[in-house]
């Protein structure tokens, strides 16, 4: 059985560097999903309060038979909580419902840097990392701001989870991450199935896009058919270099063309960057509200 590798993060754990999302499942759906995908190689299973379905992930989990120290379980938590007591309230309520005494990964969901407490929230997960209850720190979609303000407080997140794909390479974020150590898990890397699968530089290559656009990052791709968990898992082999230039080309599809040289740029072995055809990724409906 093909297993994803696995990354050591600053807090010692180690992230499995493929993991199964599950929005937007439902309960239902996200325990046969989960069941599935664990016995198909899966270790890593993000989740999130938004969600609704933390429930039904602990369920498959539970079903899958795979001891809880093999897996690496991510959950999220929304705006209300984003104060020391309550990312506690938060934590209590997630655990609860996955039927764990400990998460592997636990993020604020969205800064909602408006209300001010993104460094608050992120202290919240601290103070549960000390107890042993969280095995990491992370964020998902904060910007390098927002990521500094967590660092001057004297905080570094494990992990910053952000939409990432071969259109959407996020090179500032990126290049900010690996600056401070934080690793890169990219959400949506499959485009969301839009018509990105159908590119022709990643036709072939289903369920790999993720693995060409974030060297030396995580991703979370959802499947939830179970004849692609193991194509998806199978992708992780390394890619030919030309093939990664013209997915690194696909950056510049969409939004501002960045400068020749970088990855996602002007590329001096393919020419200008064409944009993506087909892709509905701009008018589908991407994931819930921000929490
Ligand atoms: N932190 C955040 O704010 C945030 C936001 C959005 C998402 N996320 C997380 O990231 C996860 C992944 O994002 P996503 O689910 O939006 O998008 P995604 O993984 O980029 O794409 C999922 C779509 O791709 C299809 N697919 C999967 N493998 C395929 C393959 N080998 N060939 C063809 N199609 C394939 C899936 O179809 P089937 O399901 O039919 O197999 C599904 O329609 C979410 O589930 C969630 O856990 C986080």
Redesign the pocket.
Known sequence: MALAPTFQLRSGARLPLLGL???PLNDDEAAATVERAISAGYRLI?TAENYRNEKGVGEGVRRSGIPREELFITT?FNREHHSVDGVRRAFETSARLLGVDYVDLLLV??PNAGQGRHVEAVQGIAALMDEGLVRAIGT??YKPSHLQDVIDAGIVPDVN?I?LDPQRPRIVDRAFHDEHGIVTES???????SGL?DEPAVRGH??SPWDDSRPGGAA??????PR?HP??LASRAPRAEPRRLRLRALGGGRGKPLPAGEPGGRDRRFGRVRPLTGVAGATRA??PPPP
């Not at 959400?187 to 199935?193: E, F």
């Open positions: 999302g599950t929005w993000d999220k969901h969205w998902s979609n989870q939409q959400w949506s890397p499959l485009g969301q199935g699968l289903r369920g979370l791709a959802r499947a939830a058919g692609r194509e998806v991407c994931c």
